[in-house]
C-alpha cells in the first residue's frame, strides 16, 4: 500500500510558476513509477507527465512540453512537478499517482492515488 499527498497547488497569474510536491509513505517509493494528472471542472482526467522509477525517463503531454518538469527524489519519497509559464487553461486539480508496473499515461494503469490539489492560473 501507498499513500500519496499532494501539496504545493494554489492561485497563480498566467506566467508564473508553481511546484507541486507529491509525497508518499508505506511501500518502497523507489519501485513505483509515478505519475501526474489533471482533471478540470467537466472534464476527463487526463496524463501530464510521468518518470520512471530511477528517474531516468520522463514523458509529458504535448500541451506542457517545455514549460512543466517533473522529477523525483527516491531519498526523500516525493516526486515534484515544476509548472513554469502557468496558462489559465492549465487551471485544474492535480493528482499525482504510482504504478507498479511501468510507466503510464492511462489513468487506469496507476495503483494509488492521491486526493489532489488545485491549481488556479488567472488571466
Known amino acids: 500500500q501507498v499513500q500519496l499527498v499532494e501539496s504545493g497547488g494554489g492561485l497563480v497569474q498566467a506566467g508564473g510558476s508553481l511546484r507541486l510536491s507529491c509525497a508518499a509513505s508505506g511501500r518502497t517509493f523507489s519501485s513505483y513509477a509515478m505519475g501526474w494528472f489533471r482533471q478540470a471542472p467537466g472534464k476527463e482526467r487526463e496524463f501530464v507527465a510521468a518518470i520512471s522509477w530511477n528517474g531516468g525517463s520522463t514523458y509529458y503531454a504535448d500541451s506542457v512540453k517545455g514549460r512543466f518538469t517533473m522529477s523525483r527524489d527516491n531519498a526523500k519519497n516525493t516526486a515534484y512537478l515544476k509548472m513554469n509559464s502557468l496558462k489559465p487553461e492549465d487551471t485544474a486539480v492535480y493528482y499525482c499517482?504510482?504504478?507498479?508496473?511501468?510507466?503510464?499515461?492511462?489513468?487506469?494503469?496507476?495503483?494509488?492515488w492521491g486526493q489532489g490539489t488545485q491549481v488556479t492560473v488567472s488571466s
Open positions: 499517482a504510482a504504478d507498479r508496473k511501468f510507466v503510464a499515461v492511462v489513468p487506469s494503469e496507476y495503483d494509488y
